[in-house]
Nanobody, 127 residues
């Protein structure tokens, strides 16, 4: 079992930046592909970004490409989401997720591919 704890959310003005962290414990972190998803009020949870277990490949939703960067620190069992140029439409609860392995795009962008989820952290972007 993997436990995931997100942090770093908060209130920021449009154009600002936040960095989300997801601390993992319980299993060998480097074996897991990691993803970030978000859920806006009244909407379904959607894919934001993912990184392979090796860290060699990253994937992004079109809506965040060029603004968000996912990275991982396997020595500290943490995955990050650096969010720049934030927009009001980025307002959502952001969730960290983990799955064993995960190399290909289809393995990392679909919610049902993940086995473990964090509790979420709120990001609010004011206009």
């Amino acid at each position: 079992q993997v436990q995931l704890v997100e942090s770093g959310g908060g209130l920021v003005q449009a154009g600002g930046s936040l960095r989300l962290s997801c601390a993992a414990s319980g299993r060998t972190f480097s074996n897991y592909g990691m993803g970030w998803f978000r859920q806006a009020p009244g909407k379904e949870r959607v894919f934001v970004a993912a990184i392979t277990w090796s860290g060699d490949n990253t994937y992004y939703a079109d809506s965040v490409k060029g603004r968000f960067t996912i990275s991982r620190d396997n020595a500290n069992n943490t995955v990050y989401l650096q969010m720049n140029s934030l927009k009001p439409e980025d307002t959502a609860v952001y969730y960290c997720a983990a799955r064993i392995g995960g190399t290909y795009y289809y393995q990392l962008v679909r919610e049902h591919e993940y086995d473990h989820w964090g509790q979420g952290t709120q990001v609010t972007v004011s206009s």
